[in-house]
């Protein structure tokens, strides 16, 4: 791996991280915002808990070394979660600023995944 990549590669991979461990702690922590949002989108309360522990979950899976199988599940996981986020708000009718957060953590997850390094991949 070049050292561009490896740049790209952690730059992303560190944002996305710093963005999906601070949405899954407010989500945790049922912040009066996350719980607005998400009766407004009409899913329940209690997924916010179930949103916020994976998401630190796949947090730590991004980050740790080694288990390739693992990680790959977590990137899986970031990519349906925030894709899903991005349909949900475009069902409701939500204004565009609704969708930059979920749309900035999909393209990274995208650009960590794509430039993730050989020791990190699976195949």
């Known amino acids: ?12 991979t560190l944002w996305l ?4 461990l601070s949405t899954g702690i407010v989500q ?3 912040m009066e915002e996350e719980v607005d949002m998400m009766e407004d989108l009409g899913y329940p309360v ?27 599940w977590a990137y899986a996981g970031f990519f349906f979660l925030m894709s899903g986020a991005i349909i949900s708000h475009l069902f409701v009718g939500d204004p565009a600023k609704d969708f930059f957060g979920p749309s900035l953590l999909l393209i990274l997850t995208l650009v960590s995944w794509y430039f993730r390094p050989e020791a990190r991949k699976l195949f």
């Open 28 to 30: 945790l922590i049922q």
């Open 46 to 72: 209690y997924l916010l808990s179930i949103l916020g522990i994976w998401k630190i979950l796949g947090v730590a899976a991004i980050l740790l070394p080694k288990y390739p199988l693992v990680k790959e």
């Open 1 to 12: 791996m070049n050292k561009r990549n490896k740049i790209i590669y952690w730059v992303a």
């Open 17 to 20: 991280s710093l963005g999906m």
